[in-house]
């Protein structure tokens, strides 16, 4: 079995508990996107995107991303959300990032999770539902388009998500 598989998908959608309960399980490091380009950047995210802007941190995402995809070895890596954005990043991760999952969750499931998160910058907006639903229109093809599996999250418990994804690797 290969232990090296990338997480992709709506925030909220469980990339990073799942991702880290995943890589407990398979005993491999775990690398969650935004924490190390927080670190890199020395700011959060919401702080960098408000003073540096989008297109700013979507640079610094990609630099990350190519990093960690060429490099070799084990470990489970969660993306941002809006990682799947550039096509070079969706060739790099499916090229680099061993298996891909995307974790497939409804706006309306997101919202329940994640409606009091203030961390999230796309959505500290009047309407975090709406804007779900059209992060999520653009997005999905892109998700699958950027995965070698889906993995639908509405009912199982994320242990019950760790085994799906364990039976593709
Ligand atoms: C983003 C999702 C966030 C983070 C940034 C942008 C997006 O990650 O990278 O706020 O465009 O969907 P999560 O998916 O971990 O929330």
């Given at each position: 079995?290969?232990?090296?598989c990338?997480?992709v998908?709506?925030?909220?959608?469980?990339?990073?508990?799942?991702?880290?309960?995943?890589?407990?399980?398979?005993?491999?490091?775990f690398?969650?996107?935004?924490?190390?380009?927080?670190?890199?950047?020395?700011?959060?995210?919401?702080q960098?995107?408000?003073e540096?802007?989008?297109?700013?941190?979507r640079?610094?995402?990609?630099?990350?991303?190519a990093?960690?995809?060429?490099?070799p070895?084990d470990?489970?890596?969660?993306t941002g959300?809006?990682a799947?954005?550039?096509?070079?990043?969706?060739?790099?991760?499916l090229?680099?990032?061993?298996?891909?999952?995307y974790?497939?969750a409804?706006?309306?499931?997101?919202?329940?999770?994640?409606?009091?998160?203030?961390?999230?910058?796309l959505?500290?907006?009047?309407?975090?539902?709406?804007?779900?639903?059209e992060?999520?229109?653009?997005?999905?093809?892109?998700y699958?388009?950027a995965?070698?599996?889906?993995?639908?999250?509405?009912?199982?418990?994320v242990?019950t998500?760790?085994?799906?994804?364990?039976?593709?690797l």
């Open positions: 079995m290969r232990k090296r990338s997480l998908g709506m925030p909220g959608s469980g990339k990073s508990t799942v991702g880290r309960q995943l890589a407990r399980r398979l005993n491999v490091p690398i969650d996107l935004d924490q190390r380009l927080e670190e890199v950047l020395g700011a959060t995210i919401r960098y995107f408000e540096r802007g989008e297109e700013a941190f640079e610094r995402e990609a630099q990350l991303l990093e960690l995809t060429a490099a070895g470990m489970i890596l969660s959300g809006g799947v954005l550039r096509e070079d990043n969706r060739t790099r991760l090229a680099g990032g061993g298996s891909v999952m974790l497939r409804t706006p309306d499931e997101i919202y329940k999770r994640i409606r009091h998160d203030k961390t999230r910058p959505l500290q907006v009047a309407n975090p539902l709406q804007r779900l639903r992060l999520y229109a653009t997005r999905d093809p892109l699958r388009a995965s070698h599996y889906v993995i639908e999250t509405g009912r199982p418990t242990n998500l760790v085994n799906m994804i364990v039976m593709q």
